[in-house]
C-alpha cells in the first residue's frame, strides 16, 4: 500500500527567508533546541547539508518504538525551495515500511508570506502499518509550526 500525507502553513517571512531554515542542516539544529521532546540529537553522517547529505537522527530516551533513523538527502534543489529525504536505515523502515520519504518545501506567496508544506510519502505490505502512518505526522506538524514562530519572531523583532 502506498499513501501521502501532507500539510501547509503560512509564514509572514520572504520565501527566502524560510528557506535558510528548511533549506539546510539548521533545520535539524533547530528542532534539537526547539523541540527537545522531538530529537535529542542528529550526528551529520556524510555531506554538507545537500543533496546525498546522510543524518542520523536520535530520538530522546524513552521514546516509545524507534531509537533512531538515517536519512538521506536525495533532492536539495535551492532554486525551487524544496528538499527530498528518504529513511534509509533503522526508524520506520525497521518496523517494516518499504519506503518512507519527507519533502519539504517552501512556496512564495508574494514578497513578505510564504506558504511552508511537508509531505510524508510511504509505502508499506502490512496495512495495519498504514493507519499508523497519520500518527507520525503529528512531529512534522509540530515542527512547521515551531519554525513559523521562531521564523516570524526572528524577521519581525
Not at 538527502?73 to 529525504?85: A, G, H, L, T
Amino acid at each position: 500500500m502506498k499513501g501521502t500525507i501532507s500539510d501547509e502553513i503560512e509564514v509572514n517571512v520572504p520565501a527566502n527567508v524560510a528557506w535558510e531554515l528548511y533549506g539546510t542542516l539548521h533545520l535539524s539544529r533547530f528542532i534539537v533546541q526547539e523541540l527537545p521532546t522531538l530529537l535529542n540529537k542528529v550526528d551529520v553522517i556524510e555531506g554538507d547539508g545537500s543533496t546525498g547529505t546522510v543524518l542520523k537522527i536520535t530520538f530522546p530516551e524513552g521514546t516509545p518504538g524507534i531509537p533512531y533513523f538515517k536519512e538521506r538527502f536525495n533532492i536539495v534543489d535551492n532554486e525551487k525551495r524544496y528538499k527530498q529525504s528518504q529513511v534509509i536505515e533503522g526508524g520506520y523502515v525497521d518496523i517494516g515500511y518499504t519506503f518512507y520519504g519527507i519533502r519539504f518545501e517552501v512556496n512564495e506567496k508574494d514578497e513578505n508570506s510564504c506558504i511552508t508544506k511537508f509531505t510524508v510519502s510511504y509505502e508499506v505490505e502490512d496495512v495495519k502499518l498504514a493507519s499508523h502512518a497519520f500518527t507520525m505526522v503529528e512531529p512534522l506538524q509540530t515542527v512547521i509550526r515551531s519554525a513559523k514562530t521562531y521564523l516570524t519572531n526572528k524577521t519581525h523583532n
